[in-house]
């Protein structure tokens, strides 16, 4: 009987190695969860330089939305619970007080950082239950700085932004699902150097998450991104099969909660020690 027991203490934390050996592990951003079906607002602008960039680019933030949208839906077979809407804003309408209410997601579209923050092609703030991307979209224009870096026995010579180009920029479809990962609830994800896939063709790797922040990584050449099962799983993972299509508690009710159930206690047991001193006083005369 004490062996049948002991062999079922092991089997327990066998059980428990197995499945955590298994599991992937998934990364999110702190105090950032979805409530409803998302709403992405793409900003209207005005370019007098590149008179086309506003159409090419609302059009590419559609694309990415729904790239989402579709992947998530496959996955889950459930299209009720990823029901994605997008709207264009018109400049106008930006202006308008109050005219953001119902987004969930505000796309912003510049031209590029500000100067010395060239590195970034775009970035999202995520707080709460809602995400403002912005997005930069002119063409880098690089020059080699001289320095050189060792990667894997290869010298590779180190490239520096100096300027822009008036042509949008190679990286804006990968960019625009990257950011739109970060409103959904993700966060860059660690991997090893040898999750990157070589290419069939010897051009680059594959990245193995269209969230990685290629900056952690010292990997020369190209790096091919695109939403991958990874990615869709890091979500569905997060929201469950059901998707975003109830109102969901967000981190922050919940702290909200904890907080509110705290202070109730401690405001009991103050008031109770109270009661108990006031209880040996004379009450005072009018
Ligand atoms: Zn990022």
């Excluded at 999110?28 to 960039?53: G, N, R, S, V």
Aim: charged letters at 25%; hydrophobic letters at 40%; proline letters at 5%.
């Amino acid at each position: 009987m004490n062996k049948l027991i002991s062999l079922g203490l092991l089997f327990i934390p066998a059980l428990f190695s197995v499945s955590f050996v298994f599991a992937e592990e998934y990364y999110y951003i702190p105090d950032h969860l979805l409530e409803q079906p998302p709403l992405f607002c793409a900003m209207e602008f005005e370019d007098t330089q590149m008179p086309e960039a506003q159409r090419d680019l609302m059009k590419m933030a559609e694309n990415a939305v729904f790239d989402w949208e579709t992947k998530l839906v496959e996955a889950t077979k459930n299209p009720e619970g990823w029901d994605f809407e997008f709207v264009k804003l018109s400049v106008q309408k930006q202006q308008e007080f109050f005219f953001d209410r119902d987004c969930t997601v505000n796309i912003y579209f510049e031209r590029h950082p500000p100067k010395g923050e060239w590195e970034y092609s775009g970035y999202a703030d995520s707080y709460l239950t809602f995400s403002d991307i912005v997005i930069f979209y002119l063409e880098p224009s690089y020059q080699y700085s001289g320095k050189t870096i060792e990667v894997e026995g290869e010298i590779w010579e180190e490239a520096e932004i100096v300027g822009f180009k008036n042509q949008l920029a190679q990286d804006i479809q990968s960019t625009l699902r990257h950011e739109i990962g970060h409103s959904l609830g993700l966060d860059h994800p660690k991997f090893e150097l040898n999750d990157f896939t070589k290419d069939q063709f010897g051009n680059g790797v594959h990245s193995p998450s269209i969230m990685i922040d290629p900056y952690e990584y010292n990997i020369p050449g190209e790096i091919h991104y695109k939403i991958t099962d990874y990615d869709v799983n890091s979500v569905v993972n997060l929201y469950g099969e059901d998707g975003i299509n109830e109102i969901h508690l967000s981190a922050y009710f919940l702290d909200f909660i904890i907080i509110g159930v705290v202070l109730i206690v401690m405001i009991y047991f103050v008031n109770r020690k109270f009661r108990k001193k006031d209880s040996g006083l004379t009450p005072l005369e009018d």
